[in-house]
T-cell receptor, first 114, second 110 residues
Framework: NAGVMQNPRHLVRRRGQEARLRCSPM?????VYWYRQLPEEGLKFMVY????????ESGMPKERFSAEFPKEGPSILRIQQVVRGDSAAYFC????????????FGPGTRLTVT | AQSVTQLDSHVSVSEGTPVLLRCNYS??????LFWYVQHPNKGLQLLLK??????LVKGINGFEAEFKKSETSFHLTKPSAHMSDAAEYFC????????FGAGTRLTVKP
């Protein structure tokens, strides 16, 4: 059973460009979480999605950031018009259907904005 | 609302000596508590978890943690550090969604 997959592992964007980060959950998992890890800081929750639904986006910046988890395909975290402050590691986690405290993390995508 | 505080941003030990990484939490409800480890350029790995069963939890790689409700603590320990234990460690509290501590960087000296 493959783990959570994220791609790309490293992404470089110039200021003003768009960044798309992909997350494929573990097989059978229907819940996806996105976290951001800023340099020298802990992980911060961004958004929690189930298939075709955003359950909790309380950690998402109000502008430029969006997330989706379509019925088919990976979950996408999209950052429009990136700025230097968006440079961070973005982690995706998945959990099985139902109520579960356990989350399985992917390897992360390191975004660098130049 | 829940929150978690890791009391040390950096801990340095010598190989073969005990490890203690401290974590305090606050939660309005009975939480689940986790310790994750992150090695450089790797994803987070679950070390151990507490979910209202035994208060002393044993994890992988010889780590264990004790849930102390009266002290609202969940400190991570290991009797003897190994060089491969050098990593970043995160304490996490969960009541629904997860809240991460800021992390503790463990350095192991030869």
């Amino acid at each position: 059973n493959a783990g959570v997959m994220q791609n790309p592992r490293h992404l470089v964007r110039r200021r003003g460009q768009e960044a798309r980060l992909r997350c494929s959950p573990m097989k059978g998992h229907s819940h996806v979480y996105w976290y951001r890890q800023l340099p020298e800081e802990g992980l911060k929750f961004m958004v929690y999605l189930q298939k075709e639904n955003i359950i909790d986006e309380s950690g998402m910046p109000k502008e430029r950031f969006s997330a989706e988890f379509p019925k088919e395909g990976p979950s996408i975290l999209r950052i429009q018009q990136v700025v230097r402050g968006d440079s961070a590691a973005y982690f995706c986690a998945s959990s099985p259907p139902g109520f579960s405290y356990e989350q399985y993390f992917g390897p992360g995508t390191r975004l660098t904005v130049t | 609302a829940q929150s978690v505080t890791q009391l040390d941003s950096h801990v340095s030990v010598s190989e073969g000596t005990p490890v203690l990484l401290r974590c305090n939490y606050s939660s309005s409800y009975s939480p689940s508590l986790f310790w994750y480890v992150q090695h450089p350029n790797k994803g987070l790995q679950l070390l151990l978890k507490y979910t209202s069963a035994a208060t002393l939890v044993k994890g992988i790689n010889g780590f264990e943690a004790e849930f102390k409700k009266s002290e609202t603590s969940f400190h991570l320990t290991k009797p003897s550090a190994h060089m491969s234990d050098a990593a970043e460690y995160f304490c996490v509290v969960s009541v629904g969604d997860m809240r991460f501590g800021a992390g503790t960087r463990l350095t192991v000296k030869p």
